[in-house]
C-alpha cells in the first residue's frame, strides 16, 4: 500500500534510510538522521510537495519525495525527486511502484520536470530512473568525499 507520510513515520523512515547513511554512497551525509530531524523533515516538505510511503503488512518499506531543485522563482515547476527501498526489499518492483505514484502526483501538482541526482555508480538507481523515463543530463565528477573516495553524481531528468 501506497500512502502519505506521516511526522510519525519518522522512525520507520530514519531505519531504512540510516541504513544507506551508514552503508553506502547512495546519500551524501554521514551521520545517523535522528527521528526528530527526519520529522522535522517531513512536516517541512509536506507543507509544499508530496512525500510517500510505502507499507507492507505493518512495516515501511520505502518513501519518496520532492523538494525544491533550486530556490529560484524560476524554478518552481521543477522539483528534485528521491526515493530510498529497504535494502532488504530493493530489486522487487516496489521502488517503480512508488516512484511511479510519486510522478503522479507530481502532474497532477503541477510540475513540469523532476531531477534526480544519483552518486555513482549506482546502477539500480540508474536502471530505475531509465526504466521511468529519466533521461541522463550530466555528471558532475569527483564532487563526494565519502569513506575516504571521491564520488561522481549524475542527473537525471524526467519531463513530466
Known amino acids: 500500500m501506497i500512502r502519505n507520510a506521516f511526522a510519525k513515520d519518522s522512525v520507520e523512515i530514519c531505519r531504512i534510510?540510516?541504513?544507506?547513511?551508514?552503508?553506502?554512497?547512495?546519500?551524501f551525509e554521514d551521520m545517523p538522521v535522528t527521528p526528530t530531524d527526519m520529522r522535522n523533515r517531513i512536516t517541512k516538505t509536506t507543507s509544499k510537495f508530496p512525500w510517500l510511503v510505502s507499507e507492507m503488512g505493518e512495516n515501511l518499506i520505502g518513501f519518496a519525495y520532492a523538494t525544491d531543485w533550486k530556490q529560484r522563482t524560476a524554478y518552481k515547476f521543477t522539483v528534485e525527486s528521491t526515493i530510498?527501498?529497504?535494502?532488504?526489499?530493493?530489486?522487487?518492483?516496489?521502488?517503480?511502484?512508488?516512484?511511479?505514484?510519486?510522478?503522479?502526483?507530481?502532474?497532477?501538482?503541477?510540475?513540469?520536470?523532476?531531477?534526480?541526482?544519483?552518486?555513482?555508480?549506482?546502477?539500480?538507481?540508474?536502471?530505475?530512473?531509465?526504466?521511468?523515463?529519466?533521461?541522463?543530463?550530466?555528471?558532475?565528477?569527483n564532487v563526494g568525499l565519502k569513506f575516504g573516495q571521491w564520488i561522481d553524481v549524475g542527473y537525471w531528468q524526467l519531463e513530466i
Open 17 to 27: 534510510y540510516n541504513y544507506y547513511v551508514q552503508n553506502s554512497i547512495a546519500t
Open 84 to 141: 530510498y527501498i529497504d535494502h532488504e526489499k530493493a530489486g522487487n518492483g516496489f521502488g517503480k511502484e512508488l516512484y511511479n505514484e510519486l510522478i503522479s502526483m507530481l502532474k497532477k501538482f503541477g510540475f513540469k520536470h523532476a531531477i534526480a541526482s544519483i552518486a555513482l555508480p549506482n546502477e539500480a538507481s540508474v536502471k530505475l530512473h531509465e526504466q521511468l523515463g529519466y533521461k541522463k543530463s550530466g555528471i558532475l565528477r
